[in-house]
């Protein structure tokens, strides 16, 4: 069964570049079925949809974010990546990668998700 | 943009059934997943294409989709079941994923 983790530094100062990774276990990155997908939640808030990455590479990005978002793709490693910069506290949330069906984009499983906090 | 509404809280007592719904125009055009999170855990996909469920989750969870109106019911409602749920769809106008703001189920 296919999983999916999080990883990356937990704080960050403003106007720097928040960087995570995702590692996917128990199935392919490069499967054609599915998109891969970053997700995150403000602290009691609901959920924003940031992006997705494909295993070719090709992205998707929230129109909100996307002038500061970058998401890449390492099959060699089955991981993929977001880099978000230029951050302010409005950044502070806790984010999630999630892998995306590329049909009907239902997000299922999740990570477990790694709060980052913006804050000098 | 599209927009997703969903009632912030809905009770029901154990036994009992609780219906969440999810507003949006012309909704039942589109497929609509919806999601469990409990504290302090990652969301988890309860229902998908409006009324089909991951294996492993009860079937006292269902959907419905028609009109400008999404449903998630939870018959024979537990303590358990205590959680926020979050509608989603895709937009595929403006090419992005869309979530409600999320409705708190209590148990009473």
């Known amino acids: 069964q296919v999983q999916l983790q999080e990883s990356g530094p937990g704080l960050v100062k403003p106007s720097q570049t928040l960087s995570l990774t995702c590692t996917v276990s128990?199935?392919?990155?490069?499967?054609?079925?599915?998109?891969w997908s970053w997700i995150r939640q403000h602290p009691g808030k609901g959920l924003e949809w940031i992006g997705y990455?494909?295993?070719?590479?090709?992205?998707y990005y929230n129109p909100s974010l996307k002038n500061r978002l970058t998401i890449s793709v390492d099959t060699s490693k089955n991981q993929f990546s977001l880099k978000l910069t230029s951050v302010t506290a409005a950044d502070t949330a806790v984010y999630y990668c999630?892998?995306?069906?590329?049909?009907?984009?239902?997000?299922?499983?999740w990570g477990q998700g790694t709060l980052v906090t913006v804050s000098s | 943009s599209y927009v997703l509404t969903q009632p912030p809280s809905v009770s029901g007592a154990p036994g009992q059934t609780a219906r969440i719904t999810c507003g949006g125009n012309?909704?039942?055009?589109?497929?609509v997943h919806w999601y469990q999170q409990k504290p302090g855990q990652a969301p988890v996909l309860v229902v998908y294409d409006d009324s089909d469920r991951p294996s492993g989750i009860p079937e006292r969870f269902s959907g419905s989709n028609s009109g400008n109106t999404a449903t998630l019911t939870i018959s024979r409602v537990e303590a358990g079941d205590e959680a926020d749920y979050y509608c989603q769809v895709w937009d595929g106008s403006n090419d992005r994923g869309v979530f409600g703001g999320g409705t708190k189920l209590t148990v009473l």
């Open positions: 999630a892998r995306e069906e590329i049909y009907r984009h239902r997000f299922d499983p």
């Open positions: 990455i494909y295993h070719s590479g090709s992205t």
């Open positions: 012309n909704i039942g055009s589109k497929s």
């Open positions: 128990g199935g392919s990155i490069s499967s054609r079925a599915y998109y």
